[in-house]
T-cell receptor, first 111, second 113 residues
Framework: KNQVEQSPQSLIILEGKNCTLQ??????????LRWYKQDTGRGPVSLTI?????NTKSNGRYTATLDADTKQSSLHITASQLSDSASYIC??????????FGAGTRLTVKP | DTAVSQTPKYLVTQMGNDKSIKCEQN?????MYWYKQDSKKFLKIMFS???????INETGPNRFSPKSPDQAHLTLHIKSLELGDSAVYFC????????????FGSGTRLTVV
């Protein structure tokens, strides 16, 4: 069983709308959690990174939240744009050299 | 001035062949990684090198052999390619012992026919 579960698997929204992606993890110990955006045919690009003591972090229209007690994180995208169409991957680190990746949420923004 | 660059971007080859994928980073990072992304988009770590020393090896078959001549370069050699090796392989780098600052390359799509 993967230690990082993301939902939904895919999501279609209209341009300008908001959306929220979910990430639940069981990785322990916990060091940090980051959200990546992966455009088709490209490598993942980091959007946000949060440690245990951080509850929320923003990067432009992207806002990530973290509840380390329930081991849940969310990525909220505000006023979506066509260029937001991509896969969003949740990655959790135990502080070592390895990281656990979720399978990602495929977001499609339609005009 | 690409931070982490991989070559080739695409690679199509026949079963049984031997191939290599190269990675270079100009970020001054001490640690480099190879990840495999399967058809379900899972990213799984294969190898990790820190200052030319292999520190993570999670690939079962010894058909896969990484080489790191210096901390800025990492190569993945694959022998006797199989159909199941078809995937996208990503190189990444990070500062030593730090899961912050991960930077990925753009990936190499390997297709074995």
């Amino acid at each position: 069983k993967n230690q990082v579960e993301q939902s939904p698997q895919s999501l279609i929204i209209l341009e300008g709308k908001n959306c929220t992606l979910q990430c639940n993890y069981t990785v322990s110990p916990f060091s940090n959690l980051r959200w990546y955006k992966q455009d088709t045919g490209r490598g993942p690009v980091s959007l946000t990174i949060m440690t245990f003591s951080e509850n929320t972090k923003s990067n432009g229209r992207y806002t990530a939240t973290l509840d380390a007690d329930t081991k849940q994180s969310s990525l909220h995208i505000t006023a979506s744009q066509l260029s937001d169409s991509a896969s969003y991957i949740c990655v959790v680190s135990d502080g070592g050299n390895d990281m656990r990746f979720g399978a990602g949420t495929r977001l499609t923004v339609k005009p | 001035d690409t931070a982490v660059s991989q070559t080739p971007k695409y690679l199509v080859t026949q079963m049984g062949n031997d191939k290599s994928i190269k990675c270079e980073q100009n970020l001054g990072h001490d640690t480099m990684y190879w990840y495999k992304q399967d058809s379900k988009k899972f990213l799984k770590i294969m190898f990790s090198y820190n200052n030319k020393e292999l520190i993570i090896n999670e690939t079962g078959p010894n058909r896969f052999s990484p080489k790191s001549p210096d901390q800025a370069h990492l190569t993945l050699h694959i022998k006797s390619l199989e159909l199941g090796d078809s995937a996208v392989y990503f190189c990444a780098s990070s500062p030593e012992g730090e899961s912050y600052g991960y930077t990925f390359g753009s990936g190499t799509r390997l297709t074995v026919v």
